[in-house]
């Protein structure tokens, strides 16, 4: 409580029991008398006042265990590929897509002899490898043959470059060889996304 507040009613106490003592009850010495007079409601005005004072800083309870409880917590996990069955298959959908489209592209580019537009794509290509489908644990495990077949386009794409640059089938044996690996890994592929969806 500020002193000041208190100095200030004990004074207006103390003026209203001196002029009480001095008129109403004639006493000799109504400077003391309204003192003993103000005294009482001084001692009443600060219970009162340290009674408010003291509820409006009651520290707040906190909140029990059962009400902490209906809070509701957001999920710890968020919905990947890795981890969410649904979300998997149609990420292999996808990427089965971008295969069968980026091979037919890199076809069309190498009968062309499109050396620049060959290199173009290749870095479409290798950012699509880049994709970490298969961080264990992980939902993609079901659609083994999606990533492993973008692996051989990649090795083809290359080997297309140097053809169209040099134009002497060096490398017709080693093309050959990974279209039949990505022949291989796109049907296993195309199976599991078909076997998934059937579930």
Same mark, same amino acid.
């Given at each position: ?13 103390w ?6 003592? &001095?008129? &109403?009850i ?9 003192? #003993?007079?103000? @005294? ?6 600060? @219970?009162? $006042? ?22 509701? %917590?957001?999920?710890? %996990?968020?919905? %990947? ?6 979300? $998997? ?5 996808? !990427? ?8 037919? &592209? ?12 060959? !290199? ?5 290509? #290798? ?9 264990p644990? +992980? ?18 794409? +290359?080997?297309?470059?140097?053809? +169209? ?10 093309? $050959?060889?990974? &279209? ?15 076997s998934?969806?059937?579930?």
């Open positions: 409580m500020n002193i000041y507040v208190l100095l200030g009613v004990w004074l207006v106490l003026v209203g029991g001196w002029w009480i003592a &001095k008129n &109403k004639k006493a000799k010495q109504p400077i003391g008398m309204g003192w #003993l007079i103000s @005294l009482p409601f001084l001692i009443v005005w600060m @219970l009162i $006042a340290g009674y408010f004072q003291t509820e409006q800083t009651l520290p707040v309870e906190p909140v029990s265990a059962a009400v902490a409880e209906k809070v509701v %917590t957001a999920p710890s %996990t968020t919905p %990947t590929i890795h981890n969410d069955p649904e979300m $998997a298959l149609s990420f292999a959908k996808e !990427r089965l897509a971008e295969l069968k489209s980026d091979y037919a &592209k890199n076809e069309v580019l190498y009968q062309n002899k499109d050396t620049q537009g060959l !290199r173009d794509i290749r870095s479409e290509l #290798l950012n699509n490898i880049e994709v970490d489908e298969y961080k644990p +992980s939902e993609m495990h079901f659609f083994m043959g999606c990533y492993e077949a973008y692996n051989e386009i990649v090795p083809i794409n +290359s080997y297309y470059i140097d053809d +169209s640059i040099h134009q002497d089938g060096y490398n017709v044996e080693q093309i $050959a060889d990974h &279209k039949a690996n990505y022949e291989y890994w796109l049907g296993l592929c195309e199976e599991n996304i078909k998934s969806s059937e579930l």
